[in-house]
C-alpha cells in the first residue's frame, strides 16, 4: 500500500528553466510533508519543508506547494542548475505520533547544461 | 562532529552471519531512525528509537533484526543469520526531542550478503 507516490521516476529539465516534481499521498492523518535530496551512494539530505496549516513554503530558490484537499504537493526548483541533478524523496508523517517518515519512491531529476 | 555518522559504509557478509550497523545521532539528538532502501525503492522505515527505549519497531521483520540504543555508545542494528534478501542500504537519521519529524540522515551502510 503505497502512501506516497511520486508517479513520475524521472524528469529531464534544461538548465535555468523551472523543475517541478510532484508527489501524491493518500493517508489523511499526514501533517507535515518533506522533501529530501540523494545523491547515489550518499545518504537524503532535508531540502525543505511544510506544515498542513499552510500552503506554501519557500527557501531560495526552492519552494514546496501543499495541496490538501486534492493531497498533492509539489517542489519546484528555479531557475534548475545542473548541480541540481540527483533523486528527490517525498516525505509525509504524521506530528504527535512515532513520527516515522513515509517515502516515495523517488523522482530522478537530470538538469541538462 | 555534527552530522550523523554511519560505519561501517559497506558490509559485505555470507549467508548465515551476522550483521551489526553502527549509528552516533548528530550531537543534541536523542532521537534515532532505522530506515532501509532496496534497489529502486524508496526508503522504508524500520524502528525508531530514544536512548534505552524502543519508541515503535513496527517496520521491523519479526525476526532476526534488533535494535538498540543504549545511554552510551552508538545505536546498533543487528541482522542476525543474513540472506540474501538482507541486501539493501540501511540508513540512520537523528532528530531532537521537539521536532523529530525533522530527520537527517547518514551516509548509510550498504550490506551485500553473498
Known amino acids: 500500500d503505497q502512501q506516497v507516490k511520486q508517479n513520475s521516476p524521472s524528469l529531464s529539465v534544461q538548465e535555468g528553466r523551472i523543475s517541478i516534481l510532484n508527489c501524491d499521498y493518500t493517508n489523511s492523518m499526514f501533517d507535515y510533508f518533506l522533501w529530501y535530496k540523494k545523491y547515489p551512494a550518499e545518504g537524503p539530505t532535508f531540502l525543505i519543508s511544510?506544515?498542513?496549516?499552510?500552503d506554501k513554503n519557500e527557501d531560495g530558490r526552492f519552494t514546496v506547494f501543499l495541496n490538501k484537499s486534492a493531497k498533492h504537493l509539489s517542489l519546484h526548483i528555479v531557475p534548475s542548475q545542473p548541480g541540481d541533478s540527483a533523486v528527490y524523496f517525498c516525505a509525509a508523517t504524521s506530528q504527535g505520533g512515532s513520527e516515522k517518515l513515509v517515502f516515495g519512491k523517488g523522482t530522478k531529476l537530470t538538469v541538462n547544461p | 562532529n555534527a552530522d550523523v555518522m554511519q560505519n561501517p559504509r559497506h558490509l559485505v557478509r555470507r549467508r548465515g552471519q551476522e550483521a551489526r550497523l553502527r549509528c552516533s545521532p548528530m550531537k543534541g539528538h536523542s532521537h534515532v531512525y532505522w530506515y532501509r532502501q532496496l534497489p529502486e525503492e524508496g526508503l522504508k522505515f524500520m524502528v525508531y528509537l530514544q536512548k534505552e527505549n524502543i519508541i515503535d519497531e513496527s517496520g521491523m521483520p519479526k525476526e532476526r533484526f534488533s535494535a538498540e540504543f543504549p545511554k552510551e555508545g552508538p545505536s546498533i542494528l543487528r541482522i542476525q543469520q543474513v540472506v540474501r534478501g538482507d541486501s539493501a542500504a540501511y540508513f540512520c537519521?537523528?532528530?531532537?526531542?521537539?521536532?523529530?519529524?525533522?530527520?537527517?540522515f547518514g551516509p548509510g551502510t550498504r550490506l551485500t550478503v553473498t
Open positions: 537519521a537523528s532528530s531532537t526531542n521537539d521536532r523529530g519529524y525533522e530527520q537527517y
Open positions: 511544510i506544515s498542513s496549516i499552510k
